[in-house]
């Protein structure tokens, strides 16, 4: 165990020793092992956008065995995805630690206040041997209190039998604007509710330097902040999550350029991000290109 590693299991010695050794074993997963840093592969964009959106522009994807396969040859730290897919690679892939997806929301209904349904359960986790749950949360639906309630009664369950806890917190309802969802203050308090709900790693957008309540503007404003650059920003949201005593990673995002990608993953590094969640931007080049990707990005967060 390196000394990074240690440091931050330390920060969750209130946790049994199971959900640490998951921890433990993200942390000391792939080629960042030992870094403290994290490069997850999540699939779970067919159940939330469609298949045809998600695996068309990149037709292999639509095989199951794909994308476990693609997180081994990068190197990534973990695979997240839902209940169907986790099934698939399970026995095929004993090596990779799992994070099954508990809750999922398609987009064939449009609704401003979405609730995502319970797709699998901490037994489905178990059964398929994840070394963690994973679970959305919408800050600002409301349906909010609803979905709380679902996390610490799972994250209860999982703990209890040493499964580690991911939250994608993500803001969103009928008082959010779109550019709300990404705002700097408004991706802190999407942390600091994860951070609170007892999320081990938590899952926000890379903020923007949107400012979505006056009250927020207003301190920033006064403390003489700076919201001026990415670094800047993701620091803020590190320090949102217990001072950055919670690890802390943030997604990709649609589809860009390499050169877009790596200049974000670079603001988060330098912001003292725990690292990414990488999906679309990586399974969506073929398997070569992604792995390049996948390894330039994981380059930069062991400091290379």
Known sequence: MTDRVREILSWYSHRNAGVREKLYRFMMTGRLAGTGKLVILPVDQGFEHGPLRTYLPNEPTFDPMYHPQLALDAGCNAYAAPLGFIEEAAEKYPQLPFILKLNNHDVLHKDTDPIPAITGSVDDALRVGAAGIGFTIYPGSLMRETMYQQLRELIEEAHAVGLAAVVWSYPRGEDLQKDDETAVDVSCYAAQIAAQMGADIIKVKPPKKHIAQDANKKVIEETGTSI?????????????????????????????????????????????????????????????????????????????
């Open 228 to 304: 001026e650059t990415l670094e800047e920003r993701i620091r803020l949201v590190v320090r949102s999550a217990f001072e950055g005593r919670r690890i802390v990673i943030f997604s990709g995002g649609g589809k860009g350029t390499d050169e877009s990608v790596l200049e974000a993953i670079t603001g988060i590094h330098k912001g003292g991000g725990f690292g990414s969640i990488i999906g679309r931007n990586s399974f969506q080049r073929p398997k070569e290109e992604a792995v390049k990707l996948l390894n330039k990005i994981m380059d930069i967060y062991a400091g290379k």
